[in-house]
């Protein structure tokens, strides 16, 4: 089974500065046939589900601020949040979709400092 | 407008049954995947299983197998996710979601239920 790792727990930024989350599989999540790395990033806001942001590792989904970023190949990934806003305030998860168990990330916290 | 609806909250007893379920609407059922994910108090996200309610093919991760059983009702529009016997420890937050592309389980998951939060107590 594929283990997501996050990095780190939780993070405190000031509004406007820029967020950077880690996302690290134990085994590669990029299919060779077409190239594409088999990870999703989502949001979740306290008391709701979770929002997909990013999928194939950087493509963001439908009305997601281009504030968000997706980026890294292979096993290294990055949530990049360019300019934290008060709306930001959540808990972010990667999760990888190469394989089952589709497993999730721990989360990684934001929070303003 | 695609929704997927889950069941109300429940309170039980360790060593009972329950159902819990997710009805969908606003797409074609038996063409997308649903999947079950498990959130315990102040913890993270855990893919429990996913099943095909077109043929009923349905995964479960290591952790849930043979603790769970995931299954359909195609008539209703339905998933459903069962125990048959409650620990403490299935305390948590169930919330069935839908992956983003037909007929796959790839692109992650776009709709989610509300969720069913299940409290197992003496």
């Known amino acids: 089974d594929i283990v997501m790792t996050q990095s780190p727990d939780s993070l405190a930024v000031s509004l406007g500065e820029r967020a950077t989350i880690n996302c690290k599989s134990s085994q590669s999540v990029l299919y060779s046939s077409n190239n594409q790395n088999y990870l999703a990033w989502y949001q979740q806001k306290p008391g709701q589900p979770p929002k997909l942001l990013i999928y194939w590792a950087s493509t963001r989904e439908s009305g997601v601020p281009d504030r968000f970023t997706g980026s890294g190949s292979g096993t290294d990934f990055t949530l990049t949040i360019s300019s934290l806003q008060a709306e930001d305030v959540a808990v972010y998860y990667c999760?990888?979709?190469?394989?089952?168990?589709?497993?999730f990330g721990g989360g990684t916290k934001v929070e303003i400092k | 407008e695609v929704q997927l609806v889950q069941s109300g909250a429940e309170v039980k007893k360790p060593g009972e049954s329950l159902k819990i379920s997710c009805t969908v609407s606003g797409y074609s059922f038996t063409s997308y995947w649903i999947a079950w994910v498990r959130q315990m108090p102040g913890k993270g996200l855990e893919w429990m299983g996913i099943i095909y309610p077109g043929d009923s093919d349905t995964r479960y991760s290591p952790s849930f197998q043979g603790q769970v059983t995931i299954s359909v009702d195609k008539s209703l529009n339905t998933a459903y996710l069962q125990w048959g016997s409650l620990k403490a420890s299935d305390t948590a937050m169930y919330y069935c979601?839908?992956?983003?592309?037909?007929?796959?389980?790839?692109?992650?998951?776009?709709?989610w239920g509300q969720g069913t939060l299940v409290t197992v107590s003496s």
């Open positions: 979601a839908r992956p983003r592309r037909v007929g796959t389980t790839v692109e992650g998951l776009d709709y």
């Open positions: 999760q990888q979709y190469y394989s089952t168990p589709q497993a």
